[in-house]
């Protein structure tokens, strides 16, 4: 069982809409998660921590669910410019941070 | 925000040759590196953990001999592939965790295409 499971999708959507994405994790010593998104050809880019507490930034919103051990992205309100990959990331205690293989969302018009 | 720059960006070279890429964290100290590669359409694969001024430790399938990962400094660790093959044709990515940031975020550098001809 992979460390960090990510439907890789694609997720079609089109403008406007609201999608989620979820990410499991199987370490229930991991201490940090992050949302990365990356764009084709290119290096991840944080998109957001994720807090126990959630978190939320303008259209993101990243929760945590420590007892099911997952974490959830949903976004609103989608934007053509939002179509990318977007990867889960889960750090232990030594901050050895371990990828999901990503879940690709494609926005259309 | 955290920079890293790694270059080159994109080198193409002849079978047999050897590859160094660099990767420098320009405003902090980075303790602790990362070195993945990602092949098209997956994940991201890590190959080592590169920790300043000890060995780096490798994953498990990672040629040590083969991926040699030096970080001299706390500012730069650099992956040199030996004796590459097409099958080495990838995309590598390091990442850098800041020395006074405890929250386990990665700066990643830009990244580096390697095609192996």
């Known amino acids: 069982r992979k460390e960090v499971e990510q439907d890789p999708g694609p997720f079609n959507v089109p403008e406007g809409a609201t999608v989620a994405f979820n990410c499991t994790y199987s370490n229930s010593a991991s201490q940090s998660f992050f949302w990365y998104r990356q764009d084709c050809r290119k290096e991840p880019k944080l998109l957001m921590s994720?807090?126990?507490s959630g978190n939320e930034d303008g259209r993101f919103t990243a929760q945590l669910n420590r007892a099911s051990q997952y974490i959830s992205l949903l976004i609103r309100d989608s934007k053509l410019s939002d179509s990318a990959t977007y990867l889960c990331?889960?750090?232990?205690?030594?901050?050895?941070?371990?990828f999901g293989r990503g879940t690709s969302l494609i926005v259309h018009p | 925000g955290a920079v890293v720059s790694q270059h080159p960006s994109r080198v193409i070279c002849k079978s047999g040759t050897s590859v160094k890429i660099e990767c420098r964290s320009l405003?902090?100290?980075?303790?602790?590196m990362f070195w993945y590669r990602q092949f098209p359409k997956q994940s991201l694969m890590l190959m080592a953990t590169?920790?300043?001024?000890?060995?780096?430790?490798?994953e498990q399938g990672v040629e040590k001999d083969k991926f040699l990962i030096n970080h001299a400094s706390l500012t730069l660790s650099t992956l040199t592939v030996t004796s590459a093959h097409p099958e080495d044709s990838s995309f590598y990515i390091c990442s850098a965790l800041g020395l006074a940031d405890n929250t386990g975020e990665l700066f990643f550098g830009e990244g580096s295409r390697l095609t192996v001809l």
């Open positions: 590169s920790n300043e001024g000890s060995k780096a430790t490798y």
């Open positions: 405003d902090f100290q980075a303790t602790t």
């Open positions: 990331v889960a750090s232990g205690g030594s901050y050895i941070p371990t």
């Open positions: 994720v807090y126990s």
